[in-house]
């Protein structure tokens, strides 16, 4: 922090869209990429009543128009329970799971004139495999530049993408046609970590995101995103919230993230819960 790094890792909040917001010229996406240091790391404060709250105000400019959006920003976290803490797992498991509510709210100087949503971003440690349930069949949009086989493929009912942290893309996968869930698996020797993310996903909302040479693309809600090392070797796991639209003063959602750890056989069948049955972690249904 003290070298004004954005990479700290973690799981962060930003507000989309990218290209509007961070990106100076979609022609020279690189080259004119800037993240505002009032969406990260911001100014957060607690509320001193109400534990797990935090609050900011937020001005971004949005680069193509130069038109501002002030927000006020407003997010609770709180631990969340195992969802299969019914199941009778061993104890060579453990779990860690939190919400987060998100609410962006107009502020009275706001002039109404910019749509965004809130992006939630974890960022993952390299070397494994982001899994998309039921998204086999679904559109699938390159941001960067196009992977193949090698990275993304389907494998029974889902879509799954390599994460090593060795060659750039960005992939989006449409609303309405996944679970609204992410999943990312790691495993090293006898030991595994499985990353579940689950939001609500509205095929009939808006989602923003735009790859820079597709000025009318929408409607990819969940991105995985593999660094080429320029930045650190690392993956992220990408969603969207619900778009504030011109003509709406607030909108409110919820991210939820769980994460087991532990024996890697033990790991596995934490993730057929999700995966399917016959989920194997090399990749095979």
């Not at 389907?154 to 879509?159: N, R």
């Amino acid at each position: 922090m003290a070298d004004h790094e954005w990479n700290l890792g973690g799981e962060r909040l930003w507000v989309a869209p990218e290209i509007r917001f961070m990106i100076h010229d979609r022609r020279n996406f690189d080259g004119s990429y800037e993240l505002p240091i009032a969406m990260d790391p911001g100014d957060w404060s607690s509320d001193p009543d109400e534990p797990g709250r935090y609050r900011q105000a937020l001005e971004l400019v949005a680069r193509d128009t130069q038109e501002v959006v002030r927000l006020d920003v407003i997010q609770r976290l709180a631990p969340a329970a195992d969802p299969l803490r019914r199941k009778g797992r061993s104890n060579a498991v453990r779990h860690l799971g939190w919400t987060r509510e998100v609410r962006l709210r107009r502020t009275t100087s706001d002039p109404e004139l910019v749509a965004c949503q809130a992006w939630v971003v974890t960022q993952l440690q390299a070397g494994g495999v982001a899994w998309v349930p039921g998204a086999a069949g679904a559109r699938v949009t390159d941001y960067f530049e196009p992977i193949d086989g090698s990275y993304l493929g389907a494998v029974g009912a889902h879509l799954s993408l390599k994460a090593d942290g060795e060659r750039r893309y960005k992939v989006g996968v449409i609303s309405g046609e996944h679970r609204g869930q992410l999943l990312y698996w790691n495993e090293r020797d006898d030991r595994a970590v499985l990353y579940l993310r689950r939001f609500l996903d509205i095929a009939s909302g808006r989602y923003l995101e735009q790859p820079p040479e597709l000025l009318d693309h929408e409607g990819d809600s969940v991105f995985v995103y593999n660094d080429d090392g320029k930045h650190g070797h690392f993956g992220e796991l990408e969603v969207l919230g619900r778009t504030l639209e011109p003509n709406l003063r607030t909108v409110t959602d919820l991210f939820e993230m769980h994460v087991w750890w532990g024996v890697k056989d033990e790991v596995v069948e934490v993730a057929r819960e999700w995966l399917g049955a016959d989920w194997d972690p090399e990749g095979e249904a």
